[in-house]
């Protein structure tokens, strides 16, 4: 049973979350509210990843994080690796976000004209990726990736868009495509409510597969070709050497636009993001997640030559009415600045640790795991084989994922549990090496160590 807080945990304030953890294992609040939940919202939640139904349970409630620590409406607490599925690069309720949000909301919430924030956030993302000479903000991911793609085809006049099996790009229609038998086939409907016709539109290829990719771009007249530039939707599954130039060159030959979808990466696994990293420039780049701060903001952004086409400079019809919003620019803007050589030095030293504490603690239960890292990003694959792409992702044993996650769970450690309609993800994102002892206590077969104190330290701060 767990033991509930005396103070209610969402009135804690800042820097108060104790760092001794509860007994784990019940959760009565968190089954209330699920409750009261399933009557009003669809599953009971707001997105379906937060079901936690890919590893076998029910959501657990939260009232408040800080730093990388978050506790939940029991009072328990957990190391976050999820860390709100990206933005929080900076962990929860930094004190320097906080300040530029109350400040800027503090001045009004939306205006629905220009600000003057929104031009210094677009000089900081034109800095850090000088691929985005120009760049237009939406409200997320999704409309990011659907606006970009409009754009991709408006600029090429041609409509087939390539994915790659295993990537996600939002919830855009012609997206939510699910490959066929062939090795590059043109998508079928992922779910009810999308057109064959949207379908169609995506070619679908595996990743890292040079020759079906060939194949692909020889065989269809492509606006875009699409790909997260480092996958972490299937896993983190990175581009073997040569895969993301292929992609280039091969954009390059067929005057299809290379689009890269950096939602995840981009300031991530790098200043620059994965572009910088590898080296390998797109046409385009998709935005989200960190570039809103922790707030609901993304971006997609190019050449000028590009998104001069971008109404009201040009004829590409796209808007919103809270893009740009003052408040997530702000704190989209404290973000970023505090994201400097030390801070990415300090991410991939920490996800290293973990990374390696993982393997360490897999050898030693006698487990052969796949464990994959980036900077800021980790996911243990419970296969004995390499992974690759989404075929040999699925082939993971992912009830001892589902066993791993709850057992981390138990010793406090929050991991990212998640699964897409026929997709389940095998994902645990580095937040904090101190999460590495807990994380070595969740191999054992048996017992319920608990773990002692919480040396709990996010990505850049704490
Ligand atoms: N692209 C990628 C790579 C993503 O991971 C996501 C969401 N996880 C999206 C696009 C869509 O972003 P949003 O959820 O903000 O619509």
Redesign the pocket.
Known sequence: MSATSARDPGESPPGQISQVNRPLGDWPRSRELYGRALELLPGGVN?PVRAMRAIGRDPIFIASGYGATIRDVDGNEYVDWVCS??PLILGHAHPAVLEAVAAAAARGTTFGAPTAGEVELAEAVSERIPSVQMLRMTS??????MSTIRLARAATGRELVLKFSG?????VDGLLAEAGSGLATQGIPASPGVTEAAARATVIVPWNDAEAFGEATERHQLAAILA?PVP??MGLVPAEPGFLELLRERADQTGALLVF????SGFRVGRGGAQELYGVLPDLT?M??IVGGGL?A?AYGGSRELMTRIAPAGDVYQAGTLSGNPVAVAAALATLGRLDGAAYERLAATTDALAQGMRGAALAAGREVQVHSLPGLMTVFFSERPVRNYADAQTCDLDAYGRWCRRLLELGVYPAGRSRRRLRRIKARAASAGARDRGRRSWRPVGHGRPGTNPSMSCCWR
Do not use: R
Not at 167 to 171: D, E, L, N, R, W
């Open positions: 997105s599925w990206g997320s991911g999704t409309e990011a990736t990537a996600y790009h939002g919830h997260e972490a939707n979808d950096e939602v995840i998709i989200g997640k609901p993304a």
